[in-house]
């Protein structure tokens, strides 16, 4: 079965300063995995996604991630924080070989920045 | 483009009820797929439809169910409400199924069931 574990509920970082968003997943096949972005009272956002192209996946608003095999890791990096990066990120795995759209989300990261 | 529509926007409804909640996708999309946010159980997929045919279900209860229509779109009802249906209901479409078209998600039905 397919699963994600999103490895902080909450990180804090300063305006500015990196931000890395932490997600393992278990798949018994080569995974689509995904980053969204859920913004208070706002509907989900893709931030990017990987498909079994490159590994090094870059996204909107300068958010990129790495798919990291031998790891079993897709974290999500930014180099510099932007007040408007506070929300909720979720990391996600496509369940069904990538011939279904459902999706198994992760428990989700709140990412809070400091000014 | 108008986004995913979904309404009503929010609903309170009293235990044992039923509710109806609708989604309109995109323009052209065909695929919907319906999910149940909570802060307990987090984001879990309900449904999920392409050409008025339901592909995939999530685990829940029969009380929870669906259709699509031939203009694609969608509604999901659920029967002899509980309190721990009180959740955001969300909406997502994309062209067709599969990981190849992104799926764009509505804002969403938060229902509170008292």
């Known amino acids: 079965a397919q699963s994600v574990t999103q490895l902080d509920s909450h990180v804090s970082v300063s305006e500015g300063t990196p931000v890395l968003l932490r997600c393992n997943y278990s798949s018994s096949y080569s995974p689509s995995l995904f980053w969204y972005v859920q913004h208070p009272n706002k509907g989900l956002q893709l931030l990017l996604k990987y498909t079994s192209a490159a590994t090094l996946v870059k996204g909107i608003n300068g958010f990129e991630a790495e798919f990291k095999k031998s790891e079993t890791s897709f974290h999500l990096t930014k180099p510099s924080a932007h007040m408007s990066d506070a929300a909720e990120y979720f990391c996600?795995?496509?369940?069904?070989?990538?011939?279904?759209?459902?999706?198994?989300f992760g428990t989700g990261t709140l990412l809070a920045v400091q000014p | 483009k108008a986004g995913v529509t979904q309404t009503p926007r929010y609903l309170i409804k009293t235990r044992g009820q039923q509710v109806t909640l609708s989604c309109s996708p995109i323009?052209?999309?065909?695929?919907v797929s319906w999910y149940q946010q909570t802060p307990g159980q987090g984001l879990q997929f309900l449904f999920e439809?392409?050409?008025?045919?339901?592909?995939n279900k999530g685990n829940f209860p029969g009380r929870f169910s669906g259709r699509q229509f031939s203009n694609s779109r969608s509604e999901m009802n659920v029967s002899t409400l509980e309190l721990g249906d009180s959740a955001l209901y969300l909406c997502a479409s994309s062209l067709v199924p599969g990981d190849t078209y992104e799926q764009y998600f509505g804002p969403g039905t938060r229902l509170t069931v008292t």
């Open positions: 996600v795995v496509s369940d069904g070989g990538g011939a279904t759209n459902k999706l198994i």
């Open positions: 323009s052209g999309h065909r695929s």
């Open positions: 439809y392409f050409s008025e045919t339901q592909r």
